[in-house]
């Protein structure tokens, strides 16, 4: 078979293979209210393993079998995925076969007899309350950007919320005065989260910024344009005001969501509040910070205890 010949039957296959992927990606969005980064990661699993099967002449889901999915995991180990990628790849070809059979379109779903790759713990980048202080601390000025990124960054560690959560709310959710605010999160689920007096204050003196600057907008947080912050801008904004503290390793704003949660299980909190806070529809995801707790008795330990 020539180049040519070949190089056509995998764009066959692609086309044959991709109405599935489609569907089931419109189905995430549109009926799971799966977010964008999370359709998009869907996609590019989904899309890799379209390639790997039309390579191999595949043209029909009904054709693929248990083999197929563990030789396109192997491709992927030979490409350099560690454990983690390829068990999310995994998991994304299970989704999508069982999405196919309760659509009545396969049997049965050739990814679910897969064994996935054992992944070694990993306990979560946080930071300590003593660097988190100087992180808020740092921030300092009564320009519009500094009252900004000041609220912003109280708000994230006074909740806990995802990046996400946090830029899609509007001032008319939070409520200053009782100290909660009213998030949507995975799956469409609304949830109430709790802030103190110190978010609640940083954010008060942001909006009366914002009011003398005019901007009417409805998003809590916005860009210097008046607009709605975007996740890029926020990690961006974070990004930058660590820079400025000497000594602060670099921190993504899921790391303040780690860094909230690590520091209520170290104060005591129940485990269950704080999968409730979090929004965790299973207590497991949650548990997971329960080492990060313990990494920190270890670090504290080592630190400061003279025979470490």
Known sequence: MT???????????VRALSPAVEAFLEYRRMVRGASRHTVDAYAGDLEQF????????IRDWKDVQPAHVRSYLAEMVRRGL??????????????FFRHLVRAGQLA???????????????????YFQEEMKALLDSIRGDDWQSLRDRALLEFLYATGV?????????IADVDLEEGFALVMGKGGKERYVLFGEAAARAIHRYLAKRRELGWEDAALFVNRFG????????????????????GLAHLSPHGIRHSF??????????????????????ISSTQFYTHTSRERLVRVYERSHPRA
Do not use: W, Y
């Open 3 to 13: 180049a040519s010949m070949e190089e056509g039957r995998r764009a066959e296959g």
């Open 50 to 57: 379209v390639a790997h099967l039309a390579a191999l002449g």
């Open 82 to 95: 560690k454990g983690r990628s390829v068990a999310r790849r995994l998991s994304a070809l299970r989704s």
């Open 108 to 126: 049965e779903n050739p990814a679910r007899v897969v064994v996935s790759p054992k992944l070694d713990k990993r306990v979560p980048s946080f």
């Open 162 to 170: 995802r990046v996400s959560e946090c830029v899609a709310l509007d």
């Open 227 to 246: 607009r709605r912050l975007t996740d890029r801008s926020v990690r961006r904004i974070l990004a930058a005001r660590i820079q400025s503290v000497p």
């Open 261 to 282: 949660a690590t520091h209520l299980l170290d104060g005591g909190a129940d485990l269950r509040v704080v999968q409730d806070l979090l929004g965790h529809a299973s």
